[in-house]
């Protein structure tokens, strides 16, 4: 059975941290490039970060360089997403996606960027 479980959303104030991790379980994870999208309430999805298959290159959205990360660690079949300074154009529900043979995604996970 294919899952992505993602977790570590949450509350945070402005200028806070957050690490999202999405666990991958049920398909090959190292086969498969990785990305994380937001969608906030109104707003179509949006790509956020990208990372490829072996981890040695991503890519960000204009709106999240410099403060996000993505990271993968094939060996534990998890992929992250570090975020630093966040501000509350932040706050969406982050999800993971695989893109390989199949295309997968998780559930999501809430992220609030609030004073």
């Known amino acids: 059975q294919v899952q992505l479980v993602e977790s570590g959303g949450g509350l945070v104030k402005p200028g806070g941290s957050l690490r999202l991790s999405c666990a991958a379980s049920?398909?090959?994870?190292?086969?498969?490039?990785m990305r994380w999208y937001r969608q906030a309430p109104g707003n179509e999805r949006e790509l956020v970060a990208t990372i490829t298959r072996a981890g040695d290159s991503q890519n960000y959205a204009d709106s999240v360089k410099g403060r996000f990360t993505i990271s993968r660690d094939n060996a534990k079949n998890t992929v992250y997403l570090q975020m630093n300074s966040l501000k509350p154009e932040d706050t969406a529900v982050y999800y993971c996606n695989a893109i390989g043979p199949s295309i997968y995604w998780g559930q999501g996970t809430q992220v609030t960027v609030s004073s």
């Open positions: 049920g398909f090959s994870f190292r086969a498969y490039i």
